[in-house]
């Protein structure tokens, strides 16, 4: 078994090894004068310069000098020149050991240092042990325990002995953490929970796996299933706060292993360890048990309103022929009162003649039926599905308790009232009960018999209790989504200190007015410029057409011979398989080495098994099927690195690894300097069991599915990825991707379409510093808010709407600070805000003032977009960019026929995170030869321009192998490290 270790590669460099960039050796390596009049007291010319060099190491990296050390030439250089000596003049010094020796212990005396004692080493333990309280990661501990040593002035010990200390400090933070969970458990409430891992024959499996396996189709008996777990991880009374008593890094780690870990090894575990775990996963679920309910029961009521509306307008369908018949009987009787008004004769006569009384006495019934089914209302319609309602309310009501911020809400007094007719099994309402939540109509169809109908009454509530959990209006006990908009925020006097201290670090001022009069001011000049420019057709590719600025269609502009050049490219590509293509890849970049252990922080040892894994997500195979398709590779294999080794956080890195080393590479700046990027989501269909979970949008057509939702920066480079419902907009999760993400990227400016562009998205954009750029459909229709009355702007009278309510967001300018330095500083998702503000059907007066800041940014958004040409160019050349690599991922995503089959949400983030790391691989090795294929064409006396070669894209696959069996395992001779080009007969002739 391989020795555990703390540190990478990487990290013990980074850590432990002589700096020799100019900034650190400034930093560490300039001498004072009293170092070179120490210096100067030694004889002899190489034993200075020895004596100098082993100062500097003493004071940084704080050790001294091993015995034959070879130096890197950029310290020796410094050095020498400071005391006026010749770098090769090392070579000369410490040829006698005692002359090393000596001259650490003289060092020593003139440094105040010492060799590291006992007492510094049991420091520097506490200090890692600290350290690791709050994360598991080897090089912040190493560097506490470093420090710990600096500032004792004790030299430090080796590598190893510091590597191995930082393990000690973190297992002894393990068991401190482990054991405070615990702690005040009783011998009755420790046997329970080991009780959660043996099998209960009432189930025919174990607790621990019951509750972890809790159905996710929205459904009445899932739900009932889903209140029946909450209701027994009560009776195991575990507080939620006993999470803390421990440190939050802490206790997502143990959340981390306890996930990945099941039931089976857990068991294994010391006493300790194991019920520290379960302890952790009952917190974790309880909450997650709680989301995943109130969600369920938010999709089971939309769903019941949606299939009334779908039979109702069945029932119109079925009933057309009745309808036809009727409209036809409709105009027999119109025309025939017509014909008697014309003759003046006697109109029942007419009437009955040409159409008969009795065929009008005879439609009547039908007639009125008709009529009844078409005013009937949605609640109505609802309240027919009522019995399927009450297998799942009276138990989800019962197992929460609500709070809402308004005082005495006649809502939760309604639904007391239903918790009290469950409790007590009573079908019949009180003749009096809570209506104020209630609308006018709701309240005369209820009572519309003078009693309150038990089953309107109930739907009612329960819709109305669905839209106020949507809007976070209403919040649950112990839920982590669904809770105040507060609670979601960066604490309070945290943002005051901030602002305070003017360290916010946002795109706009502190003083709320002195940013609107700047607003004003800029939005007034560039209004009458446009008016302008429009008026003597100074506007490029825009004309006016009564009234109305009209932007003409872009052509493009890709000059035809960069397709030929493309194509000529990209039959130089080398041909290669898929796993020989991740793996050249991974030698390059090193990603398969992100996705460490879970527990110990290891990279892979099973490097072909993590790729296995991360190709069965990127191509939908699965890793079952992946390991059947692949030679020497075993499902258990490519299981257990999935489960250990892969989480969001590993293939975060991972695929921060691969777009770094892209984002580097020389020929990726020909598409841009990567501070541009457009997101867009791509949808795929779901079948089988995921049918049931996703969602329709009838834009895709009538087959449910899901959203990848991704960002791609202007160097084709990907950084970010999410999984979204179909129906959900886009615009909520535009700015996710642009925090969500560990890559070198700085991202100012994103495109969008139509779908990803809100006022509320505009407002953020702004309020955080970046510049949001969205293609926007029919942006003639779309109105400009001014600051001005519309009349100062009559040249463009047609496009001028509502005018900014700046009363508005100067009383919530400080609300609207601290919602965007908590987007900054990560402390909340972008998208869990948006989602806040835009659920309510009443929106808050947060949401207003937050879409009066985004009128004012769109409104100064369109106006450019009017006058600058070359920012539609680049806003279509952006969006072609992501376009253009949906074609890539539909190739990639081929198996199951690109449809998605996982139910949970982790899967199908595991999907989308390895589609587009297989992407990105494929997109950097593309690069590589893309740039090499370049090289060998100019070495061949091609004259190829930049601004040509930026047209040809690193998105081709017709070279790569993406199906067929997978072999891991096969070594490839390549001279310098890179396959042969393939090149045609006439360019091997020249060559």
Not at 747 to 767: K, N, Q, R
Request: with cysteine; hydrophobic share 40%.
């Amino acid at each position: 078994m391989a020795r555990r270790t703390l540190l990478k590669i990487q990290d013990r460099q980074d850590l432990f090894e002589i700096p020799t960039d100019e900034d650190s050796l400034i930093r560490h390596y300039t001498l004072s004068a009293a170092d070179r009049l120490e210096i100067e007291l030694r004889r002899r010319k190489h034993n200075q310069f020895g004596f100098a060099v082993q100062l500097c190491l003493m004071r940084y990296p704080g050790r001294p000098l091993m015995p034959n050390e070879i130096l890197p030439e950029a310290m020796l250089n410094y050095v020498a020149e400071q005391i006026g000596s010749a770098p090769g003049l090392f070579d000369l010094y410490a040829r006698r050991e005692e002359t090393r020796r000596d001259h650490i212990g003289q060092l020593l005396r003139y440094l105040g240092m010492r060799s590291a004692t006992a007492e510094d080493r049991r420091a520097a333990l506490v200090a890692g042990i600290e350290t690791a309280a709050t994360t598991d990661k080897g090089p912040p501990i190493a560097k506490a325990m470093i420090a710990t040593f600096r500032e004792r002035m004790a030299l430090l010990p080796g590598v190893n002995i510091i590597e191995r200390m930082g393990l000690a400090a973190r297992a002894i933070s393990r068991r401190r953490a482990e054991a405070a969970l615990i702690a005040d458990f009783d011998p009755e409430k420790l046997q329970a929970l080991d009780n959660l891992l043996v099998v209960d024959p009432a189930i025919g499996q174990t607790r621990f796996h019951w509750l972890r396996s809790a159905p996710e189709a929205p459904a009445a008996g899932n739900l009932a299933g889903l209140t029946e777990r909450i209701a027994f991880l009560r009776t195991l009374e575990i507080d939620p706060r006993l999470q803390a008593r421990i440190p939050s890094g802490r206790w997502e780690q143990m959340v981390r292993e306890g996930d990945a870990i099941p039931a089976w090894l857990a068991a294994d575990f010391n006493a300790s360890r194991r019920r520290a775990t379960i302890v952790a996963q009952i917190i974790k679920l309880g909450q997650k048990l709680t989301d995943d309910a109130v969600m369920m029961f938010i999709k089971l009521m939309g769903r019941l309103f949606s299939q009334a509306n779908n039979r109702k307008k069945q029932r119109h369908m079925g009933a057309r022929l009745e309808t036809s018949k009727a409209l036809r009987l409709f105009l027999d009787t119109i025309e025939a009162l017509q014909a008697a008004d014309d003759t003046d004769a006697d109109p029942m006569k007419t009437l009955d003649r040409r159409v008969g009384w009795h065929r009008l006495l005879q439609v009547k019934p039908g007639l009125e039926a008709m009529v009844k089914n078409s005013d009937e209302s949605p609640l109505m319609m609802a309240a027919e599905q009522h019995a399927t309602v009450r297998k799942y309310a009276g138990a989800f009501l019962q197992t929460f308790t609500f709070h809402s911020r308004r005082r005495h809400d006649p809502l939760l007094a309604a639904i007391s009232t239903l918790k009290l007719l469950y409790a007590e099994g009573r079908r019949v309402l009180p003749d009096r009960v809570p209506v104020g939540h209630l609308g006018k109509s709701e309240r005369e169809q209820i009572c519309e018999h003078g009693k309150p109908d038990r089953r309107l009454y109930e739907i009612a509530t329960l819709a109305h209790l669905r839209d106020r959990l949507n809007s976070r209006d209403v919040w649950v006990e112990g839920s982590r989504s669904f809770r105040p908009i507060d609670e979601h925020l960066m604490p309070k006097p945290a943002f005051v200190a901030l602002k305070e201290e003017d360290k916010l670090g946002l795109g706009v001022q502190s003083d709320g007015a002195a940013w609107l009069a700047e607003m004003a001011q800029m939005m007034d000049f560039n209004l009458k410029r446009l008016a302008w420019r429009a008026r003597y057709g100074k506007l490029e590719g825009v004309r006016i057409e009564n009234g109305t600025l009209i932007v003409t269609p872009r052509v493009s502009d890709i000059p035809a011979a960069a397709d030929s050049l493309n194509a000529e490219i990209s039959g130089m590509y080398p041909l290669v398989e898929v796993p020989d293509l991740l793996r050249e890849v991974h030698e390059w970049t090193g990603f398969a080495d992100q996705f460490t252990h879970v527990r110990t922080g290891d990279a892979p040892q099973n490097v072909a098994a993590m790729l296995a894994g991360v190709l069965a997500d990127g191509t939908n195979l699965g890793p079952k099927r992946m390991a059947g398709a692949s030679k020497g590779i075993s499902a258990h294999q490519i299981g257990w690195m999935r489960s250990f080794h892969a989480r969001s956080e590993t293939y975060r890195a991972a695929q921060a690894s691969v777009t770094d080393a892209h984002t580097r590479h020389p020929h990726s700046q020909l598409w841009g300097d990567g501070t541009t990027a457009s997101s867009d989501g791509q949808f795929f269909r779901a079948s089988d069991r995921a049918a049931k979970l996703g969602d329709i949008n009838l834009h895709y057509g009538s087959e449910p599915g899901t959203k990848f939702y991704s960002g791609l920066s202007d160097q084709y480079g990907y950084f970010s990825i999410l999984p979204i419902s179909p129906t959900e907009s886009e615009a909520v999760y535009v700015l996710d991707g642009l925090f969500d993400h560990d890559t070198i990227l700085e991202i100012e400016e994103l495109f969008t379409d139509t779908g990803g562009a809100s006022d509320h998205v505009f407002a953020l954009f702004a309020l955080i510093g970046k510049r949001f750029a969205p293609r926007l459909r029919n942006i003639k229709d779309r109105k400009l808010h001014t600051f001005e009355k519309a009349d100062a702007y009559p040249g463009l009278a047609n496009h001028i709407g509502a005018p900014i309510n700046t009363a508005l967001i100067l009383d919530h300018w400080d609300d609207l600070l601290h919602l965007a330095a908590s987007i900054t500083t990560r402390t909340v998702a972008p998208s869990t805000i948006l989602k806040r503000l835009s659920a309510s059907s009443k929106s808050s007066d947060l949401a207003k003032a937050l879409r009066e800041i985004g009128r004012i940014e769109r409104t100064l958004f369109m106006i450019e977009w009017y006058s600058s040409a070359p920012l539609r160019r680049r806003c279509q050349a952006g969006l072609n960019k992501g376009e253009a690599a949906h074609k890539l991922k539909r190739a990639v995503f081929f198996h199951e026929r690109g449809e998605i089959r996982d139910r949970s949400f982790d899967s199908q983030a595991f999907r989308a995170s390895g589609l587009n790391l297989v992407v990105s691989a494929i997109v950097h090795w593309n690069t590589v030869y893309l740039g090499r294929a370049t090289a060998h064409l100019r070495r061949l006396g091609r004259n190829i321009d930049n601004e040509l070669l930026k047209h040809v894209s690193p998105l081709s696959w017709e070279h790569i192998n993406l199906t067929g069996i997978y072999s891991w395992d096969t070594e490839q001779q390549m001279a310098e490290g890179f396959r042969p080009l393939r090149l045609p007969g006439s360019l091997l002739r020249a060559a």
